[in-house]
DNA sequence: ATGAAAGCGCTAACAA
DNA sequence: TTGTTAGCGCTTTCAT
């Protein structure tokens, strides 16, 4: 049989070989497959059956370079102070999940990456002038500020997950931690409890604002009361250990737990059952996130909610107005106390 | 003042810009840049030093559509009949970690894609020939074993976490979900269960294979016993009410519940609790995944362990090996029990 | 409505 | 060792 029938599905490299294919010039492909109007409608939907026939799709490489946009948003999570070489931070992940979604939503792709400033001072930049990326967004800060606040003031498609400070360049969107710090540490109080250990590494600067919003309810609140504070990795290994020596270490007159992360509220609660210490009855427990697990936890959680959802779409909207060179403020979500059982 | 002293660092836009600078041709600067031996010791140090003082670095776009390598692996998330809309599945984001880690390790970069078959049944043409990556990471086949076969049938570069069939074509890593199964079946048998109810939604390839497992196991044992199944969504939200109704549903001597993930299990713990059934007296209940948390319940997870760092090695090597153009087999990872108090 | 041609920024073959 | 040049695949004026 001669295969004059087989309409020979060559995969097409192109767009010059999808003109031939379709008897007209290469620009006028470019045009129909854009979807633009300046195209006979007859011949655009010609071209678009040959492509889909062929599954062709043009080079977003060859297109980015050549309207310089590429279409893809850059997600950075900065790992300086963190010990652990893993993205394992569960409110992170759920963070990326909610910008991944309204991403895709507005048709942006994203590049994800791990970024290690200690070994890499240009972490940043290589990013933002790598010509990958038509915006940056920063999951956290870490201890990262100064970088950031150098880097966007020259470079304006950047939003950061994390704490504003006066007079800073770089936009932030984040929880209101000082709120949120202050919010546990009334609701603690006003549980009866005095006696309050806060469990968390404030070199991170949002870790750094709940201690502090902590320590300024404390101050307001008229009550014999003291707070200490133990710095607690982030990585899931060391996480136990640290916070079972601070459990040895503490005040035995503690009675109440303020940890900086829903995990490490639960890693807590953990170790406290094991040590024969009851929750909240010996010790109130109260976390930080609202994470989805937070009423899995036997007793459940009571925690500092963090809205991820808007938290991320406050982020994509405060990033699509700066790559149109809008200049965007920060912007602060609230923080809400969620009553569960644990405190 | 005049500014005759200024360095006048404006941004260098192009390799030829540097290249006037530093007094050199463009090639010269490509070559210094790219580290490679053809340049003058002298000379490649003098371009790196300018480059690294004016903060400039090739355009990744022009340099991946001149080589047709772009330095990108796509990593898709397909999610075809599970419910939720968001990348929520924390076995997933795990394993995502882990291949991020591994990946930049290997100077790769990230595309992250969350797919959705039924509203695009092109979801993965559109990365394999977006010119965007070099090879695709597909983390779970989802329900789209047949999409994934075509593909793969001429798109060598593709690697999927999840279940190998006799005579597949495209290129499986996973856990050994029918040995993980009888794992877990045989150890509730051991243990004196015999009315085991399966929870887990077995569109999935995993999920179909774990129960299957856990069926055989059971006919090979010579006892009275039978097994239950009810489906139960991935999507936080409504797995509670799922497993919930089930629990309500099922026969009454039901004395064990196989989850088909750590998630689904610690549901199910939390929701006996309400109930005041005991775990394990009176219902034993054993998982899949081996995540972070399943140290962190009360009591703490029995579950079948997926190795994620290995497997995630697992993926990258293979992926790299079949971006040289080697046909590399699927591979299986094996299950293990991971003994603690719930089963 | 369509074609021709220039050029995005880079790399690599070829020349010198 | 370095410079010159062609061209990766696409979009977009400018002509027609």
């Known amino acids: 049989m001669i295969d004059e029938a087989a309409p020979k599905p060559r995969r097409l490299r192109?767009?010059?070989?999808l003109a031939k294919l379709a008897g007209v010039s290469a620009g006028?492909?470019?045009?129909?497959?854009?979807?633009?109007?300046?195209?006979?409608?007859?011949?655009?939907e010609r071209i678009q059956a040959l492509a889909r026939e062929h599954g062709f799709r043009p080079n977003q490489m060859a297109s980015g370079?050549?309207?310089?946009?590429?279409?893809?948003?850059?997600?950075?999570?900065?790992?300086?102070?963190?010990?652990g070489q893993h993205i394992s931070d569960p409110f992170f992940m759920s963070l990326l999940g909610n910008l991944a979604d309204t991403l895709v939503d507005r048709g942006y792709d994203i590049i994800l990456r791990k970024c290690l400033p200690n070994q890499d001072p240009d972490w940043l930049d290589r990013l933002t002038v790598s010509g990958m990326v038509d915006g940056v967004l920063l999951i956290g800060q870490s201890d990262q500020f100064e970088t950031i606040e150098r880097v966007a003031a020259?470079?304006?498609?950047?939003?950061?997950?994390?704490?504003?400070?006066?007079?800073?360049?770089?936009?932030?969107?984040?929880?209101?931690?000082?709120?949120?710090?202050?919010?546990?540490?009334?609701?603690?109080?006003?549980?009866?409890?005095?006696?309050?250990v806060f469990l968390g590494d404030t070199r991170g600067l949002e870790i750094e604002r709940r201690l502090a919003g902590a320590r300024a309810a404390l101050e307001a609140a008229q009550a014999p009361h003291w707070m200490e504070h133990y710095a607690v990795p982030l990585s899931a290994d060391q996480m136990?250990?640290?916070?079972?020596?601070?459990?040895?270490?503490?005040?035995?007159?503690t009675d109440a737990i303020f940890a900086a992360s829903d995990?490490?509220?639960?890693?807590?609660?953990?170790?406290?059952?094991?040590?024969?210490?009851?929750?909240?009855g010996d010790i109130a427990v109260i976390g930080f996130d609202d994470l989805p697990v937070a009423e899995q936890t036997t007793?459940?959680?009571?925690?500092?909610?963090?809205?991820?959802?808007?938290?991320?779409?406050?982020?994509?909207?405060?990033?699509?107005?700066?790559?149109?060179?809008?200049?965007?403020?920060?912007?602060?979500?609230?923080?809400?106390?969620?009553l569960r059982g644990s405190a």
């Open 154 to 196: 020259s470079y304006l498609p950047l939003v950061v997950w994390g704490t504003y400070r006066q007079n800073q360049t770089h936009c932030a969107v984040g929880t209101d931690s000082f709120a949120g710090g202050q919010l546990a540490a009334n609701h603690l109080l006003s549980s009866g409890k005095q006696r309050i």
């Open 240 to 253: 136990a250990e640290a916070i079972g020596s601070a459990l040895e270490v503490m005040d035995p007159r």
């Open 14 to 17: 192109n767009i010059a070989e």
């Open 28 to 44: 006028t492909v470019s045009r129909a497959l854009a979807g633009k109007g300046l195209v006979r409608a007859e011949t655009r």
């Open 299 to 338: 007793p459940q959680l009571t925690t500092i909610k963090q809205d991820v959802a808007n938290g991320a779409r406050a982020m994509a909207s405060c990033l699509m107005r700066r790559m149109r060179g809008e200049t965007v403020p920060s912007q602060t979500m609230p923080a809400r106390l969620i």
């Open 263 to 280: 995990l490490i509220a639960m890693t807590a609660i953990r170790l406290l059952h094991e040590r024969n210490r009851s929750v909240p």
């Open 65 to 83: 370079l050549r309207t310089g946009q590429t279409g893809v948003i850059g997600i950075a999570i900065p790992l300086g102070h963190e010990q």
